[in-house]
């Protein structure tokens, strides 16, 4: 019977692989990692211009999934994007993350990551930086 499995044969001329023996599966004592799993280590920047209040629910719910917000406050109103901050300031600190002003000029911009993100160096520092050079 043996000796008829190996003649036969797929539509390609391969031969099957012989079945996994039970003995050598069971004496594995070791934990299966999936390897596809590196999608999951990616770190994510959502840029984020607000068009009304009620698109930052989509800005917190990017927070929640430990993703970064980049928000562009250009042509927003002052008192929305006042509500804005506040509301995402408080998604950050409640999940342990960070947020940071990284543009002052007319055009505000913001910065806002979870837990799992740091925000390193500040606005006044690279502006110097930037300025010692010109």
């Given at each position: 019977?043996?000796?008829?499995?190996?003649?036969?044969?797929?539509?390609?001329?391969?031969?099957?692989?012989?079945?996994?023996s039970n003995a050598v599966s069971a004496g594995f004592g070791g934990q299966v990692l999936n390897m596809n799993s590196s999608a999951s280590n990616k770190q994510?920047?959502?840029?984020?211009?607000?068009?009304?209040f009620n698109d930052t629910s989509k800005a917190a719910d990017d927070l929640r999934s430990h993703k970064a917000v980049i928000v562009n406050?250009?042509?927003?109103?002052?008192?929305?994007?006042?509500?804005?901050v506040d509301v995402l300031s408080g998604c950050v600190y409640a999940g342990g993350g960070d947020g940071m002003k990284i543009a002052q000029s007319g055009q505000s911009a913001y910065l806002f990551c979870p837990h799992n993100m740091d925000i390193v160096g500040d606005l006044e520092t690279l502006q110097a930086e930037v300025e010692s050079y010109i």
């Open positions: 019977m043996a000796e008829e499995e190996s003649d036969e044969q797929d539509d390609y001329g391969f031969t099957p692989a012989p079945a996994a994510e920047v959502v840029l984020f211009r607000p068009g009304s406050m250009e042509n927003v109103d002052k008192a929305m994007a006042r509500r804005v």
